[in-house]
């Protein structure tokens, strides 16, 4: 449990949005089954409302394990009157074990319309069933697919970029690295745009600070989605799972970096911003006051979500725009 009394520190709106969730929504030890279903059942009231899109397109990539389903998000208007416009690869979070395109959809629309780029989400496979590095794989192959068959899809294949959220946002950095070590045509990673993510900590002031049933990061909690991502202690020495132990050099031109200051990953957030800096890429870090892990997906009731969607946004734009 906390040492700290994190619900007594969370905002009004924050508050709110926990007193309208079951209180065991993020429990792990239910069985996977339950909870994943547990999952999917509570961001459905979420995902209502938002932007609308010129159009959202299925289409199933094959990598290197099979078939892996996206989705494609375009919005009415593209990024600073580009044509084609640029695109961002979303990694869903949920600690590589739930989420899908559906329990993110709110978010990746929303990004769309903020960013005006094209949005291809991935639904790589999930863990135990999958096993590191299996879905960053999977997620570098989209990427590459996306970069080689941009012209038929209407998007700037040499200005791809990755966005993503808690696991999701490690996947991002990862399959930035992987592309920038083995694919020789890749042009480069544009833009990262990372909330939350785990990026190599295995134990920091945060984790002991905070973490609890409120937001399903307990230590348990945290071991159960490490445990269902990996297969053996080795795994957590890889720099695409530890990526604050990779070279950062060059992995992307810029990244956002936003974190909560509740969250027991923050330093995770911190530090690679940290690291970041130290190896030359232009970065931005915003710690949002009084929010939980998982926070983006509130932006019904809580405005700290829009304003990380919009921060991220801005800083994307200045990015493209070589502004930064």
């Known amino acids: 449990m906390a040492a700290i009394d994190v619900p007594a520190r969370l ?11 079951a209180g065991d929504d993020f429990a792990t030890d239910v069985g996977l089954d339950e909870v994943r279903r547990r999952y999917i059942e509570e961001r459905a009231f979420w995902n209502e409302g938002g932007p609308g899109m010129a159009e959202i397109s299925d289409e199933v990539v094959q990598g290197p394990h099979g078939g892996v389903g996206t989705r494609r998000y375009r919005p009415a208007m593209d990024a600073n009157g580009e044509q084609p416009p640029p695109c961002i690869v979303f990694l869903h ?7 899908s395109l559906e329990t993110h959809d709110r978010v990746m629309r929303s990004l769309a319309a903020k960013t005006g780029a094209v949005v291809v989400g991935v639904d790589y496979s999930l863990s135990p069933e999958a096993k590191f590095p299996r879905a960053v794989e999977e997620s570098a192959a989209v990427a590459s697919h996306l970069h080689r068959h941009a012209g038929a ?41 990372l909330y939350y993510g785990l990026y190599g900590l295995r134990d920091s002031a945060s984790r002991r600070l905070y973490g609890g049933s409120w937001d399903g990061l307990a230590r348990a909690d945290l071991d159960y989605y490490m445990s269902a991502y990996t297969s053996c202690p080795s795994d957590l020495e890889s720099p695409y799972l530890d990526c604050l132990s990779a070279d950062l050099t060059g992995v992307a031109k810029a990244c956002y970096v936003g974190a909560c200051d509740l969250d027991p990953l923050r330093d995770d957030s911190t530090a690679l911003a940290a690291i970041l800096e130290e190896s ?42 070589g502004a930064l």
């Open 11 to 21: 905002s009004p709106q924050m508050r709110a949005v926990l007193a309208r969730q």
């Open 93 to 99: 979070g949920g600690g590589w074990v739930v989420g």
């Open 153 to 193: 899809l209407g998007i700037n294949g040499e200005r791809i970029s990755f966005a993503g959220d808690s696991g999701g946002a490690n996947l991002s950095v990862a399959s930035a690295l992987l592309l920038r070590d083995t694919v020789t045509d890749w042009p480069g990673t544009q833009c990262l745009l």
């Open 280 to 321: 030359g890429v232009r970065r931005e870090l915003a710690v949002f006051k009084g929010v939980l892990h998982g926070f983006l997906h509130y932006a019904r009731m809580l405005p700290e979500a829009t304003d990380a969607l919009d921060g991220g946004a801005r800083f994307y734009r200045a990015a493209m725009r």
